[in-house]
């Protein structure tokens, strides 16, 4: 028997029952897809995962990929995942059927990928960094680059990646200095260097296609002077695979998500690296943007992945390990009790499983957005539009920094054994902490949101997700056993604009720096009601679904109300201090300088 | 230049200025020791941790034991540390000079143990397990067993351990099942095995002393039937060592801290294995608890040192490293600032700062009771005891919990180099880890805390620590400065005070299991308090000297008032929601059942 790794009934009862996803065919594109048909995508992908990534889980962890001989070595199984990813029709799943996709629902592609990270992260990232990179090829670059490379990256034979950082830029985006000089015969030649590139060398695959953003000689400063290319590690030349010119300088080694390798890669040392310019000169940080944004949630899904794996490989522990006496019952003639009858285990628990349960139906809300914005019109498509971009920098940072905790949870309850690598629970702890500082730190994010998007379009999505959250509450006043949440929540919604309120005057007031000097603590409190909401939508489907519920799914959604109440108990209290701190402007991080530390 | 790894200002200013450890000389057994010899000891610390512990910090990590032929072999350099551990007479230090000590104060010992585990926690642990072995030794056994087994365990030729932790009993020791036959020479015959036992076996030294609890043949069920044995890997006969019939059946491998093995032991295989009695029959668990109280504290210190070697690591990083603009300044054309401007950096490092200083003079100030409860007489004796018994598993358990956080903090500010082992920031995060689970868990702790100190003696330790705490607001009112945080403090304590009564009735009420449920949030709740205590006593001495203060420490004692305050404004206020919870009694934890998860 496989271990388990996520929670197949949650998955479907935020799909089918919170979110209804079977409704997307009343849109044209997914038409074809019933509920029978998406049941099924769902048994394949956890298929894929019991065969292909699971049993290589550890492994990976402990084998690590090598630099050698210029190049990166990966695990072998690597090879044999991205066959069975492309042969599955992963990597370009999402894509029309025009383009030999299969016209997938996001929140269905969104499925797949929290049960491959939950099965081995390490090994999830693949596909989904090519298919992301083919996606901008697909929405900017010309036919021409479209047919060169888009075929090949589908069928896995090649490796999208995202080509971002720099060793003097790491969030500064505005500081990287790779160049492209411009030739006569179309393409640029680049030079510069890039650190931390997912996937950014290895040996499973024939050639590697870099997203690489850089600045065209002479371009001006800053992000408005950055262009996209498609810079692969080998170019084709008379039907046949060359080098480009990109040197793999050497490989970082990682806490955690030791599966896939980040490369150092240098480029030009021979002044013959060519590059091939996406769109226009200088809008190369919009387009990247698309890819960002993508990755950016996707990165939050990873780390719920990640969490709900820990949560379940504590949870059967705590389910088998017999240990100790309840404090009424200390009599030493008793057996042990099972671990899990202990309160405090009982409460990490559920505290994983509310984190666990709770982001991803915050996830799977957010994938929801993408597809009405990408097949819905009109107002309801804009409005999607708007309460994902406003969510984004949430979605992606909470479920990180909570997934840190999660897993730290699910230590805690496995004790010693929890810290040593006969389970897997340490790897899933080394693992969760890349979260919170790829694809954007925590801190970058926290200024995305209280610095950009809480404001953008007057706040226009600002307004609509309270909408959204007001909503809810009034649904939950019709159950009986949801009023006292329902009443949370509402205040929790008041907190949150009052103080959204007192921030825009500190804005005028104060200016910028003053109002964004806790930022981290606004996207805190922002996240926790964001999970609160989603909380108390699953408490009105577990409610509802209790009236006439069978018996047999009874403890199920039982469980939903605990752990609801859970959540309302022991997290969403947690705004107020948030909140009065965010409102104290005593600019402490702003007069403490660094002669005090 | 060796990288810092803690602030000799702080911990000088926490020793002489805060808890006046000179003042100690006033008792005759530290007649000895003036300011001076105490900080040529200090020196001497950090001598040795410079030249034979930080340097093999992170190779120790990469190169951890391996359990071969048998044994376990452990980096060639852990022989020259315990030699040089032995030479500078640490292993023996606090004991007295007739028994080849140096009637050290523990403060100063715990100041060496401070710089020695920031330097290099594995490598710290080897000399203090030894101590706290021949301790017991020296307490409460024969003089025989003294003269044959503290000399060498003092020359650090033999490694002294506890052994507790059995297969089926992690944190209930009252179902252990190692079992000891009398025979009619003396000695016993040990049979069972033991689990996760620290430098449990390696081969820098020539025999282990596993100071062992087992259960005599025949002996009452439960903690009342254990008896402590001294169970030597090798014993003497005819004046060589030969095998006592304790087997290493494994290493376990671990997250981190992997420097300092971790040994699976089976005694008497060949059903020849001696255990010698130390004390009476039954009574070894009081016995270990001497043992086990030194080791809980100096497990709290142990997670500062990392988080004080973390915190370092990543304010170093902060000052040398240029990234971004600042939100009033982004003019792209102004060179990059220091990733140290930024604010949300300044909140993590302040995030460290106040946990390391703050858990430092928190366990300083234990130190300084278990000096008192050795040197002092009377009340002044009885009040030390009373004070440390209480803060015992705070001071081992609030430090070990956030120096997950703090850590964590360190990497968050180093970005993706935090992540990677360039720098020791992730060793730190993962070494930080062990400190919640080993030594008792958290939840373990917290029951000790709730369950038992706070009531014992009819409370006379919380009330005294109340009036500690309560000396130290009256203190602060007198500093314009300080007035507020003087009343915070006030208002703190209380809070701790009713939210206890509250629980005190709950216990009469409903019983010790649904007072006990959240247990771990009351620990929480009182280490923050606790913290805040310090801080604030901190405040004082800084006010204090600021008065007159020279220039150069100007800084200094303004960082320190700095920091008071960002514990006032970020981590004290998150009391309230803890007190609310542990007053809800919804009895959550009690009602959710293993059906439910």
Known sequence: MTAKYFDAQHLR?????????????????????????????????????????????????????VYQEGGIKVHPQVKEMIKAFAEGGWISAVYPYAEGGQQLPYMLSFAASYIFGAANYSGSVFPYLTSGAANLI????????????IPNMFAGKWQGTMALTEPEAGSSLSDITTIAYPTEVGHYLIKGQKIFISAGDHDAVENIVHLMLAKIEGAPKGTKGISLFIVPKKREENGSLKSNDVTTA????????????????????????????????????????????????????????????????????AKERKQGRLPSRKDVNLPQVGLIQHADIKRMLLQQKAMVEGTLAL??????????????????????????????????????????????AAIQIMGGYGYCSDFPAEQFYREARIHPIHEGTTGIHALDLLGRKVWLHESRGFKLLLQEMGACVEKAYAYVQLKEHAKQLQEALQLLRNTTVTLSKLLKEEGAEVMLADATLYLEMFGTVSIAWQWLNMGVVAAQKLEQAKASEKDFLEGKLYTLHYFYQYELPTIKTLANRLCENDQLTMQIEERHF
């Open 13 to 65: 009862f935020v799909l089918f029952d919170l979110l209804k996803v079977q409704e997307l065919n009343r849109f044209q594109y997914h038409a074809d897809y019933d509920r029978e048909t998406m049941e099924m995508t769902i048994d394949a992908a956890q298929q894929l995962a019991d065969k292909h990534l699971l049993p290589w889980l550890m492994e990976m962890d402990k084998q690590e990929p």
């Open 138 to 149: 697909r929405n900017f670059a010309s036919q021409a680059l479209k047919d060169q490379f």
């Open 250 to 317: 050497g490989i970082f080694h990682k806490m955690g998500y030791k599966g896939a390798p980040i490369a150092h890669l240098i480029m030009g040392e021979q002044d013959n690296c060519h590059g091939y310019l996406v769109g226009e000169p200088h809008k190369g940080l919009s387009y990247m943007f698309q890819m960002m944004n993508e990755a950016r949630v996707g990165v939050g899904l990873n780390a719920v992945s990640i969490a709900s794996a820990a949560y379940q490989t504590s949870l059967t522990y």
């Open 363 to 408: 996830l799977m809300q957010c994938a929801y957005f993408a597809d009405l914005e990408r097949v819905a019109e009109g107002e309801e498509k804009e409005k999607a539009k708007l309460l994902l971009d406003l969510l984004t920098p949430v979605a992606k940072s909470y479920p990180s920094e909570k997934g840190c905790l999660s897993t730290s």
